[in-house]
Nanobody
Framework: QVQLMESGGGVVQAGGSLRLSCAASGSIVSVNTMGWYRQAPGKQRELVAI???????RYADSVKGRFTISRDYTKNTVSLQMNSLKPEDTAVYYCTFRNSFTTIDYWGRGTQVTVST
């Protein structure tokens, strides 16, 4: 089992910045993927950004150039720096950890990000 603890959500005006952080604990394997998904009201959960243990990253087109994902492999943490936030970025953001051997996904409880106009 892997436990994920998220922090850093909140309310920000359009154009502002927020930083999300997530710490993983438990049965951490060295080959993994960590990242962030989000779910807005009435919409499906969607990928925001992920980063593999080989430092390969992937971003949703809607956040490229505005969001940056980073990892601290020694601390098993992943962060998401979100700049130039837009109202459409408003959602619950979920941290995720994938065990690359079993392909089991673990999810955090989510943190609310609200971008006001």
């Amino acid at each position: 089992q892997v436990q994920l603890m998220e922090s850093g959500g909140g309310v920000v005006q359009a154009g502002g910045s927020l930083r999300l952080s997530c710490a993983a604990s438990g049965s951490i394997v060295s080959v993994n993927t960590m990242g962030w998904y989000r779910q807005a009201p009435g919409k499906q959960r969607e990928l925001v950004a992920i980063s593999t243990s080989a430092s390969i990253t992937r971003y949703a087109d809607s956040v490229k150039g505005r969001f940056t994902i980073s990892r601290d492999y020694t601390k098993n943490t992943v962060s998401l720096q979100m700049n130039s936030l837009k109202p459409e970025d408003t959602a619950v953001y979920y941290c995720t950890f994938r065990n690359s051997f079993t392909t089991i996904d673990y999810w955090g409880r989510g943190t609310q990000v609200t971008v006001s106009t």
